[in-house]
């Protein structure tokens, strides 16, 4: 199957302090990435899509300025929490979906805990 | 708006037991379908999806489901759990065009005895 990396796997920063996520598709290539996280316990809310060469799509309650994303290239997608809080602590996993073959692959998540 | 329900938080069975994991879902047009695992601390795993031809699709580790759209289920099954399979499932819907983001079940956990 297709591989998604994720970088970092884990990271504890200060409070209002930025934070960003690497999301990368090794194999294929990727014009949209998604975004979503998970709360411990719970399931997986889509929080954005990532389109390469274009502005993203952010779900009802995101907040577009906060979680800053950006998709330069057709493997790279990037996440960036802005000014993080204690209530931005999430595991976020972001997903690909190689042409053709209608399948969604999972990077292995990044675990952010923000103090 | 598209939903996928999971009746079920958790599942016990016996290693050497067939298990089932349900999910019904709710989906205007022809859905696409997925079950994926996650093991602690990780991302999600694919194990098998239904778009189109055989109601009964086959995966990665033994695993199989059924499309049944008369009940709109899609149930997660295998003959025989190993103690390895206990791990987290979602199911999770897409729709056929159009923005292919996945809808989520809220997961059931696995959890196979020795």
């Known amino acids: 199957g297709a591989v998604v990396s994720q970088h970092p796997s884990w990271v504890i920063c200060k409070s209002g302090t930025s934070v960003k996520i690497e999301c990368r598709s090794l194999?294929?290539?990727?014009?949209?990435m998604f975004w979503y996280r998970q709360f411990p316990k719970q399931s997986l809310m889509l929080m954005a899509t990532s389109n390469e060469g274009s502005k993203a799509t952010y779900e009802q309650g995101v907040e577009k300025d906060k979680f800053l994303i950006n998709h330069a290239s057709l493997t790279l997608s990037t996440l960036t929490v802005t000014s993080a809080h204690p209530e931005d602590s999430s595991f976020y996993i972001c997903s690909a979906d190689p042409r053709s073959t209608d399948t969604q692959y999972f990077g292995p998540g990044t675990r952010l805990t923000v103090l | 708006a598209q939903s996928v329900a999971q009746p079920e938080d958790q599942v016990n069975v016996a290693e050497g037991n067939p298990l089932t994991v349900k999910c019904t879902y709710s989906v205007s047009g022809n859905p696409y379908l997925f079950w994926y695992v996650q093991y602690p601390n990780r991302g999600l795993q694919f194990l098998l999806k239904?778009?189109?031809?055989?109601?009964l699709v086959k995966g990665s580790y033994g695993f199989e489901a059924e499309f049944n759209k008369s009940q709109t289920s899609f149930h997660l099954k295998k003959p025989s759990a190993l103690v390895s399979d206990s791990a987290l499932y979602f199911c999770?819907?897409?729709?056929?065009?159009?923005?292919?983001?996945?809808?989520f079940g809220s997961g059931t956990r696995l959890q196979v005895q020795p």
């Open positions: 194999d294929f290539q990727a014009t949209t």
């Open positions: 239904y778009i189109t031809g055989d109601n």
């Open positions: 999770a819907v897409s729709p056929p065009r159009g923005r292919r983001a996945l809808t």
